[in-house]
Each structure stands twice: as structure tokens, then as C-alpha cells.
């Protein structure tokens, strides 16, 4: 029988007394190991981070959660190798990709730790000036900002095991709120083993950082009114977490982070072969194969001036085949699997779809997989689709396949593009290509209403622009309107979350002994 992962609740090991369900390698089939919370007293384990865990937690400083943050960020690379190995197994992935999740979760950590330096001594903080109220200034208001006294829980995806952690967690530890996480079961061990190992090294107080494998049963029901629960999946299980009582009537406090049809533009006036077409086809390649395009940010909707489409089909083609797919074991391998026979099939029904309303301009499964059988292994090729009539189109601007499939669509000037990226109805991001500085600037700032991020790419930044897809700590990140409406991370910002705001009124001399 497959080893069972334990669950970390209520400040102790606990195993779940049910059969589990069996976590495969998408790339072999094999076995790996079991996960299960069946039987566990959610109540006692929300109750005890609540009011154990979340007490030690505000009883220190900002600075001391950050050396805590640091702490954890050392045990996670020390334990780099291991990490790797699951991801390997566990999620299909190559190393580049695995450096994604695990790298970009002990970086963020980093990133939170050292900004908590900043916070200093301080247990709670304070929000701008004090106003009067008054005519002579006697009376005043002063804004703070108090962690909240309740836990957060958090329902992740399968596609950031660990970056999906720890880019909650860190700000959440640091504002001194326990965080329950409840890891994707098809991809759950990488979350399980890093809890795990940095609770094993002792590093936060007993139930401040939890992890609950396998079902979500019941979670929801648990939520009390200071509490908070981030949500990251698909729309359809975000409008159920939205409909539960707690939010609706506790007023719990939710952040979403759900499926987005993210854009990239190439401006006009930059001729095929430019500095900038060639940024836009380097960026769009690389964001259909990262991670298997299992990305909540990846490219879907590319836009390109109607007399550069072929062009631009051609040379995302033919990067494209450059591409070779299969076993990540094999160091000639650049793009492993999805992440689940479930997954390959939605994405094998969501390609069909779209190909009913697109021309295939290339299509990697053509390419034989290197190490892997098809039969078992849930690789699939890159699919580069083109859509000639956008506007007619509305399958292309509402499907989110999650994998290695975007769209290549024609535009006719700058604010038919415009208007067609904002069919996505809300994304997480949108990434500009050009040399215009001052056309890359009206365009972000167009977009801006309805992305939580813009990526302006111009040649000069070509060799340090962070990516279209890569969430950095210190930028925001989720999208209003279909991508969830939510917000994370964009440094500091993020503790705004896990803390209540409220106005203390009083006289000057009562209001300075709250700085
Ligand atoms: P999902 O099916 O919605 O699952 C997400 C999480 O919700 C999993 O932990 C799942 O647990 C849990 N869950 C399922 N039903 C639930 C319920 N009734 N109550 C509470 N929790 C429930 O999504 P997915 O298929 O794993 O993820 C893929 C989607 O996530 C994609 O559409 C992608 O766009 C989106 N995504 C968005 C972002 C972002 O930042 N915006 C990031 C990554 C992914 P089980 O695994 O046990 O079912």
C-alpha cells in the first residue's frame, strides 16, 4: 500500500481514517502516495489556531515573524533536492519549471522576510495621519490596521504546490494570522512535505501553519467572522465558495483568484523582425510551454496588426518546434506533462472546442514524445490556433483551455485591440510589445481598469523584463471581473488581507499612545 501523507492540524500529526485517494505520476502512472482527511475534528483544528496559534503569533513583532519567514525560507533550501523530486513525480514537470513553484516560493518568502525589517517593533500599524474632527483639534481620528483575530484558510490549485503556499502564507504569518492550507489533491504532497518539514524544524508556533489533504468537505463550514479564506481554482467552484453562508452572511472576508484569457499585444508600427516582434513571439512560445501552459497567467489571446498575423504564425511556429515534449527525466526534455489524466483530458475537450472555431496553425502533437508512451503519460504538444474574424469569435475570448494552447488573432488599429483584449471581461495580465514609449504607456494604463497587472515590454528591457507570466512579491497580482476580482502579494500591500482597518477617535493625547 502507498505511503499516507499526514495532515497537520490542532498543533499535531493527524492521518485520516479513510481509504484515501492515490496521487499518480502523470508521466508514468505509477502510484506515489495516498492522501486523506477523513475523520479529522476541523472544529478543534480551527479552534486551536484560532486561539492558540494566532495569540503567539500577534504577540510578537513584525520583525520577529520576518526572522521566522527567513527561518522557513532556510529549511525550504536546505530541502531544495527533495522538492524537486516530488515535483518531478508528482506534477510531470521539467526543471525549469519546477523552479517556477519551488524557487519563486522560497524567493517570495525571502522577499517577505526582508521586507518585515521594514515594519520594525510593531505589532500592529498605523494608517496615515491623524485627522481633526474637530474646529480646534481637540477630537481626532487616527486609522490602524490590526491583524485579524481569526485564521486564514486557504484552497489552492494544483498548479503551484508551493509557490501557491507560501506567496499566501508569508504575508499571512507576517501579519500574525494562522493559515490553514487545503493543497489540490491531485498535486497535494509538495504542499504536505513543505508544512511538514518547516513544522518539524519548529520554526512557527504549534497551529500556526496547518495543512489538510484530500477532500474539502466541510472546510467552508468552519469559517467564523474574523476569519479569512483565499480561494484559488476554477470559476465554477469559486461561485460556490462565494454562495457559502459564511461569506454571505458571517461576511468573511474572500480573496478569488480564478481563471483568466490573459492578452499579449504587439503594437502597431514594429515590422516583422523587429526588437519587438521578436520580443512578442520569444514571450508568447515560452508562455504556451512553461509549465505546460498550466498557468493561471500564460498567454491565451495574442493580438498582432491584420498585415503582420502571418508573419507572426510563422515565427511563434516555428520557435515552437523547438520544442521537444515528454519525460522530464530526460535532460533533453523541455516541456513535461500535465499535471493528471484529468486535466489532459479537459484539456484535450477544451482544444476540440476552440479548434471548432479556429485554424490549427501548428500543432505539436505531430512530434513523437521523447521517453514517454502516450498511452500513459498525459503529454501533450504545443497548439498555436489562429482566429482571422476576432470580433465574430466569442469562444476565443471566453475559454480558458489550461495548457500549452493560445490563440493568434488580427487587429485592425490600436483601439480594435484594445476593445478585443478587454473581451477577456477582467484578466490577471496583459503584456504590451513595442517601441513607442508613449503608446506603451496610454495602452497600460487603458488596460489598467481591467487587469491586475501590465507588462510593458520595449527592446530596452529585453533582457530584464520579468516575464509576462512570472508573479514577482513585490507586484500585484489577480484581476477583477472573470479572474476572481482578487488581490495578492504587490509587496506590503498584501498584509492589507489579513488585517482590519478601523478609526480610533479621541483626543490627541489618547491617540499618540496608539503610534
Ligand atoms: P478547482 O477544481 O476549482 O479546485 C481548486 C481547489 O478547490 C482545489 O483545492 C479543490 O480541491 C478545491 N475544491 C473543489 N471543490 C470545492 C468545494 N466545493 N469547496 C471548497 N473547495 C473545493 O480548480 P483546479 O481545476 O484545481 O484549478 C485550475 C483552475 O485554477 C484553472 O481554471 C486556473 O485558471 C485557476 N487558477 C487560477 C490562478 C490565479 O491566480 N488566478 C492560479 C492557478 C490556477 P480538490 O483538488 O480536492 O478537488
Known amino acids: 500500500m502507498t505511503e499516507l501523507l499526514l495532515n497537520h492540524l490542532g498543533g499535531r500529526a493527524q492521518a485520516g481514517t479513510g481509504q484515501g485517494t492515490i496521487l499518480v505520476d502523470p508521466?508514468?502512472?505509477?502510484?506515489?502516495?495516498?492522501?486523506?482527511?477523513?475523520?479529522?475534528?476541523?472544529?478543534?483544528?480551527?479552534?486551536?489556531?484560532?486561539?492558540?496559534?494566532?495569540?503567539?503569533?500577534?504577540?510578537?513583532?513584525?520583525a520577529q515573524r520576518g526572522e521566522m519567514l527567513a527561518a522557513a525560507g532556510k529549511v525550504l533550501q536546505a530541502r531544495r533536492d527533495e522538492y524537486y523530486a516530488i515535483s518531478t513525480a508528482n506534477s510531470g514537470t521539467v526543471r525549469n519549471d519546477t523552479a517556477v513553484d519551488v524557487d519563486g516560493a522560497i524567493f517570495t518568502l525571502g522577499a517577505?522576510?526582508?521586507?518585515?525589517?521594514?515594519?520594525?517593533?510593531?505589532?500592529?500599524?498605523?494608517?496615515?495621519?491623524?485627522?481633526?474632527?474637530?474646529?480646534?483639534?481637540?477630537?481626532?481620528?487616527?486609522?490602524?490596521?490590526?491583524?485579524?483575530?481569526?485564521?486564514?484558510?486557504?484552497?489552492?490549485?494544483?498548479?503551484?504546490?508551493?509557490?501557491?503556499?507560501?506567496?499566501?502564507?508569508?504575508?499571512?504569518?507576517?501579519?500574525?494570522?494562522?493559515?490553514?492550507?487545503?493543497?489540490?489533491?491531485?498535486?497535494a504532497w509538495l504542499t504536505q512535505r513543505m508544512v511538514q518539514d518547516v513544522l518539524e524544524a519548529g520554526v512557527f508556533p504549534p497551529g500556526a501553519l496547518s495543512v489538510i489533504c484530500g477532500s474539502s468537505a466541510g472546510l467552508m463550514d468552519q469559517l467564523k467572522p474574523f476569519d479569512v479564506v483565499s480561494f484559488t481554482g476554477s470559476a465554477d467552484t469559486a461561485a460556490v465558495i462565494r454562495s457559502h453562508p459564511a461569506i454571505v452572511r458571517a461576511s468573511v472576508r474572500v480573496n478569488i483568484e480564478a481563471d483568466s484569457i490573459n492578452s499579449a499585444v504587439l503594437l502597431p508600427g514594429e515590422a516583422s523582425g523587429s526588437a519587438?516582434?521578436?520580443?512578442?513571439?520569444?514571450?508568447?512560445?515560452?508562455?504556451?510551454?512553461?509549465?505546460?501552459?498550466?498557468?493561471?497567467?500564460?498567454?491565451?489571446?495574442?493580438?498582432?496588426?491584420?498585415?503582420?498575423?502571418?508573419?507572426?504564425?510563422?515565427?511563434?511556429?516555428?520557435?515552437?518546434?523547438?520544442?521537444?515534449?515528454?519525460?522530464?527525466?530526460?535532460?533533453?526534455?523541455?516541456?513535461?506533462?500535465?499535471?493528471?489524466?484529468?486535466?489532459?483530458?479537459?484539456?484535450?475537450?477544451?482544444?476540440?472546442?476552440?479548434?471548432?472555431h479556429a485554424r490549427t496553425l501548428y500543432d505539436g502533437d505531430t512530434q513523437a514524445l521523447v521517453d514517454a508512451d502516450r498511452a500513459v503519460a498525459c503529454c501533450m504538444g504545443p497548439t498555436l490556433l489562429g482566429a482571422t474574424d476576432p470580433d465574430a469569435n466569442a469562444l476565443v475570448h471566453d475559454t480558458e483551455v489550461f495548457g500549452p494552447v493560445a490563440t493568434l488573432m488580427p487587429y485592425r488599429d490600436l483601439p480594435h485591440a484594445l476593445q478585443l483584449v478587454q473581451r477577456g471581461q477582467g484578466s490577471l495580465v496583459a503584456s504590451l510589445y513595442g517601441s513607442d514609449n508613449a503608446a506603451l504607456g496610454s495602452c497600460a494604463l487603458d488596460l489598467a481598469a481591467s487587469h491586475g497587472r501590465v507588462h510593458a515590454v520595449s527592446p530596452e528591457v529585453a533582457a530584464s523584463h520579468t516575464g509576462h507570466g512570472n508573479v514577482m512579491p513585490q507586484s500585484l497580482h489577480g484581476g477583477p471581473g472573470r479572474a476572481g476580482g482578487g488581490e495578492e502579494l504587490g509587496g506590503l500591500r498584501a498584509l492589507n488581507f489579513y488585517h482590519r482597518r478601523a478609526a480610533v477617535q479621541g483626543a490627541q493625547a489618547v491617540l499618540s499612545q496608539i503610534h
Not at 167 to 180: D, H, N, Q, R, T
Not at 320 to 338: A, C
Request: proline share 4%.
Open 27 to 62: 508521466v508514468l502512472g505509477t502510484e506515489l502516495v495516498r492522501v486523506d482527511a477523513t475523520g479529522l475534528d476541523l472544529a478543534a483544528g480551527f479552534a486551536f489556531a484560532r486561539d492558540h496559534a494566532g495569540p503567539a503569533l500577534r504577540a510578537l513583532t513584525y
Open 112 to 187: 517577505y522576510a526582508r521586507s518585515a525589517a521594514t515594519l520594525g517593533a510593531r505589532t500592529h500599524l498605523v494608517d496615515g495621519d491623524a485627522v481633526s474632527l474637530s474646529k480646534d483639534a481637540s477630537f481626532q481620528s487616527q486609522h490602524v490596521q490590526v491583524p485579524t483575530r481569526g485564521v486564514a484558510l486557504f484552497i489552492n490549485a494544483f498548479n503551484f504546490p508551493a509557490w501557491g503556499l507560501w506567496e499566501k502564507a508569508a504575508p499571512a504569518l507576517l501579519s500574525g494570522v494562522p493559515v490553514i492550507v487545503k493543497p489540490a489533491t491531485a498535486t
Open 276 to 356: 519587438s516582434f521578436d520580443l512578442f513571439v520569444k514571450e508568447v512560445a515560452r508562455e504556451m510551454t512553461v509549465k505546460s501552459g498550466q498557468k493561471c497567467t500564460a498567454i491565451r489571446r495574442m493580438f498582432v496588426p491584420e498585415s503582420l498575423f502571418d508573419a507572426a504564425a510563422e515565427a511563434i511556429a516555428a520557435r515552437l518546434q523547438k520544442n521537444t515534449v515528454g519525460n522530464p527525466r530526460n535532460d533533453s526534455v523541455r516541456m513535461g506533462s500535465l499535471v493528471s489524466r484529468a486535466q489532459f483530458d479537459a484539456v484535450r475537450a477544451g482544444l476540440s472546442g476552440l479548434k471548432a
